[in-house]
Every structure is written in C-alpha cells, then in structure tokens.
C-alpha cells in the first residue's frame, strides 16, 4: 500500500503530517497488539517511552486499592513488635499475606486482612496456594481479586472475603482452569 507524499509547500502539510502520526494504521495496530500479548508493551506515554502492560495495571491497583504500610499491618494482625517488618517479610516469602511494592516499600492491600479474627483471610492465602505460576504474580492475583466478577454477580472477589470465600474459590478455580485465549 502506498501513501501519498505531502505536498511540504503546503502551509497546512505540517498540521496533516501530525495528524498522520497520531492516527495508528492497521500494521501498527497490529504490532502493539503482538506486543502487548507479549508483554512488551502497550502502548506510549506523552513524551515517546514505552509503557508496558505491567505498569498500567500497576498504576491501576494503585489508584483503586486502598494500601496500608508495615505498621498498620502489624496492628491490623496483633504483632506486638516495634518493627513488624521481619515477620511481614517472612509473610510475603511463605505466600501468607499480599504485598505491593511502591517506590521500593511494601505495601499491603487492605482488603485482605480479617480485623476482627486479626489475620489474613484465609481465603487471600489459599488463593496464593492455587495460583499456578504462569497465571501471574501477586499483582496479577491482587487485580483478579479487585475485577467485577460475573460468577459473584457484579461482585469484586475482594468486597466478599468475609462472607463468601467458598464461591471465590471456586470462581478463582475456574478462571486458572481456563485455557489463555489466542494462544497467549
């Protein structure tokens, strides 16, 4: 396919070229799309650096969960220790609690935590036992569980923890069952 050549004594042609250069064309939409099933990226942000799929959802989780530090986890679970951050990071190491690096502190979503029992919902932990290691990370799980899900009818799996673990369960099970769509 040939495009035509602006005509550059134009006064117009610079406005036409820009315009050209926002409105991706079908090739184009096709590369983003094999990068973004590839993990390479989805896109670019307003000054031209790639930005890759992995960091929007980052930005997403961070925007819509409510996060709480190392101290206000301690507290939530009853640790009588100054620094709770020893037993938090054995915790995360053991898959015993969620956790969300921002600008290099953990962070923990507040969803999980059972403030009346002073613990993790055992439905959170049981979920990172399922958890297959090619479905994700941690931050793939904490997405899943903040996404309306149509098993919960409309429901966040995370807005249900207290009072429907069983049906989380087994809507987490069928979603890691399923095979990945387009052959990703």
């Given at each position: 396919m040939t495009h035509p050549k602006p005509d550059e004594s134009n006064p117009e042609w610079m406005e036409w070229f820009y315009k050209k250069m926002d409105d991706a064309n079908y090739e184009e939409e096709a590369l983003w799309e094999r990068r973004r099933r590839r993990g390479l990226g989805v896109g670019l942000d307003e000054r031209g650096n790639l930005i890759f799929a992995e960091d929007v959802l980052r930005a997403e989780i961070n925007c819509?969960?409510?996060?709480?530090?190392?101290?206000?986890?301690?507290?939530?679970?009853?640790l009588s220790e100054a620094d709770p951050s020893i037993i938090l990071t054995?915790?995360?190491?053991?898959?015993?609690?969620?956790?969300?690096?921002?600008?290099?502190?953990?962070?923990?979503?507040?969803?999980?935590?059972?403030?009346v029992g002073r613990r993790v919902y055992p439905a959170v932990i049981e979920l990172m036992k399922m958890r297959p290691d090619h479905w994700g990370g941690q931050t793939a799980l904490i997405h899943w569980l903040t996404l309306p899900n149509l098993s919960l009818s409309g429901a966040r799996p995370c807005d249900k923890l207290a009072k429907d673990a069983n049906a989380i369960l087994a809507s987490f099970q069928s979603e890691i069952s399923e095979p990945l769509a387009n052959g990703s």
């Open positions: 819509s969960v409510s996060m709480i530090d190392q101290d206000a986890a301690g507290i939530l679970l009853g054995r915790h995360e190491i053991e898959e015993q609690i969620l956790s969300f690096n921002i600008e290099g502190q953990a962070v923990y979503p507040r969803f999980q935590f059972d403030v």
